[in-house]
């Protein structure tokens, strides 16, 4: 099977305006995102999707592969959509596997990727997957910057929010509690589903791509890490990052 994998990425952030291109260790955090993620061993191409020619150059100083698309997306995965068509115009081929790695996860793991994608490959009445790894702190928990993921038995998704869920009212402070990880696989067939799919009502609410998925009924699959991350989405996420990753090994090996 072809798998690509495409990391959108734009310097118009809210919480953070030119996100992509902060510093971290004097590398861009768009560069620790793509420099990690070529390194999957599932991925057969990356490229990074942006409408900005800043983050479009940078990456293409590292002789990374980039492609521009269009300011007006509200939501990554469409901005995912996009670039995959020009993709394949460009490289002139179809993939049978999208992976969208959000450029704001510079603390990505290669190995989490190709677990992520593992499930597809395994089983073909599985769609699609997203990520979740174990919420650390209460501070986490209650953090509306980080996306809590409710999934039931068979590690389906019923719930993606900004709450904190679930609730503490009732439950023992030992119960389990995920967040999401911005990586997300789609096979071909949902994908192209996807595509004509309008941003749907609590999609909108919460900016949570996955929710688009769970409005129109379409199950997803939940896949655990054990990697520790964190997403950047403000100036404090920052510069833990930057603390986390002073001896991360991999960030040493690249460099």
Request: hydrophobic content about 40%; glycine content about 2%.
């Amino acid at each position: 099977m072809r798998i690509l994998g495409i990391i959108p990425a734009r310097m118009d952030s809210s919480r953070l305006p030119g996100k992509p291109m902060k510093k971290i260790h004097n590398i861009p955090m768009i560069g620790h995102c793509f420099k990690r993620s070529i390194q999957s061993k599932k991925l057969d191409k990356v490229y990074v999707a942006t409408p900005d020619k800043e983050i479009f150059e940078y990456i293409k100083s590292i002789n990374g592969e980039v492609v521009m698309t269009s300011h007006k997306h509200k939501m990554c995965n469409d901005r995912v959509f996009e670039a995959v068509d020009k993709v394949e115009k460009i490289l002139k081929k179809k993939y049978d596997i999208i992976v969208n790695i959000q450029g704001d996860l510079p603390m990505i793991f290669p190995n989490m990727i190709d677990t992520l994608i593992e499930p597809i490959l395994e089983n073909k009445n599985i769609s699609n997957t997203t990520m979740a790894e174990l919420i650390q702190n209460d501070k986490e928990f209650k953090d509306p910057n980080r996306v809590k993921v409710i999934f039931d038995l068979d590690k389906n998704a019923i719930l993606l929010t900004r709450e904190a869920v679930p609730s503490d009212f009732k439950h023992l402070s030992t119960f389990k509690k995920y967040k999401h990880v911005a990586i997300r696989a789609y096979r071909r067939n949902i994908f192209e589903k996807l595509k004509k799919l309008k941003i749907t009502p609590i999609e909108k609410i919460e900016a949570i791509d996955d929710l688009r998925l769970l409005e129109n009924g379409i199950k997803i699959k939940v896949v655990l890490t054990k990697n520790i991350t964190e997403t950047v989405d403000n100036v404090k996420d920052l510069k833990k990052v930057i603390t986390m990753m002073k001896k991360d090994k991999l960030r040493i090996k690249y460099t």
